[in-house]
T-cell receptor, first 116, second 110 residues
Framework: NAGVTQTPKFQVLKTGQSMTLQCAQDMNHNSMYWYRQDPGMGLRLIYYSASEGTTDKGEVPNGYNVSRLNKREFSLRLESAAPSQTSVYFC???????????????FGEGSRLTVL | GEDVEQSLFLSVREGDSSVINCTYTDSSSTYLYWYKQEPGAGLQLLTYIFSNMDMKQDQRLTVLLNKKDKHLSLRIADTQTGDSAIYFCASSGGSYIPTFGRGTSLIVHP
């Protein structure tokens, strides 16, 4: 049981380049999330998808786009990367949407992105 | 919006108890969580407490909730070097999406 799988694990980009972070979960979860983690800032929500076919902005959506490709997959795209987007990105999923039994989030191992 | 605050660092000796504190602002929080993040890994749920409870104990872990003061604490008894990690407090209020604190780095000295 793989849980939440993110690719790539590491990436170095130049300013202005684009890239897509991929995320897939095999737990049949309804909801999926993208967070970024910066030192001393904790986790900040970028975008989330409550269910297949819906996406919503989180706390820090500027400079990002997302696609909920199907129930399993939720991708995060940086159209024109900036040094301020250097961070560790985490994908997460949870079970029952608004009726999740305790709201537990299951996290991937993270994607470490450096923008030069 | 919802805010969750916790201190950034805690240093303890192996065998001592560790207490990590957290305050939150959303009085409608239904669940309160403690997540653990080990180096180079994602977060994993350590324990959680439902808002109508005052205390929850799970082996070496004790969670205390003071709903009046919106204060949550995590006590780890007999702290081991393997407990060294970042501990995140989180709360879920009207939205089912948890809001995370900035994380407390627990350093355990032999």
């Amino acid at each position: 049981n793989a849980g939440v799988t993110q690719t790539p694990k590491f990436q170095v980009l130049k300013t202005g380049q684009s890239m897509t972070l991929q995320c897939a979960q095999d737990m049949n979860h309804n909801s999926m999330y993208w967070y970024r983690q910066d030192p001393g800032m904790g986790l900040r929500l970028i975008y989330y998808s409550a269910s297949e076919g819906t996406t919503d902005k989180g706390e820090v959506p500027n400079g990002y786009n997302v696609s909920r490709l199907n129930k399993r997959e939720f991708s995060l795209r940086l159209e024109s990367a900036a040094p301020s987007q250097t961070s560790v990105y985490f994908c997460a999923s949870s079970g029952g949407g608004r009726q999740a039994w305790n709201g537990e989030l299951f996290f991937g191992e993270g994607s470490r992105l450096t923008v030069l | 919006g919802e805010d969750v605050e916790q201190s950034l660092f805690l240093s303890v000796r192996e065998g001592d108890s560790s207490v990590i504190n957290c305050t939150y602002t959303d009085s409608s929080s239904t669940y309160l969580y403690w997540y653990k993040q080990e180096p180079g890994a994602g977060l994993q749920l350590l324990t959680y407490i439902f808002s109508n409870m005052d205390m929850k104990q799970d082996q070496r872990l004790t969670v205390l909730l003071n709903k009046k003061d919106k204060h949550l604490s995590l006590r780890i008894a007999d702290t081991q070097t393997g407990d060294s990690a970042i501990y995140f407090c989180a709360s879920s209020g009207g939205s089912y999406i948890p809001t995370f604190g900035r994380g407390t780095s627990l350093i355990v000295h032999p």
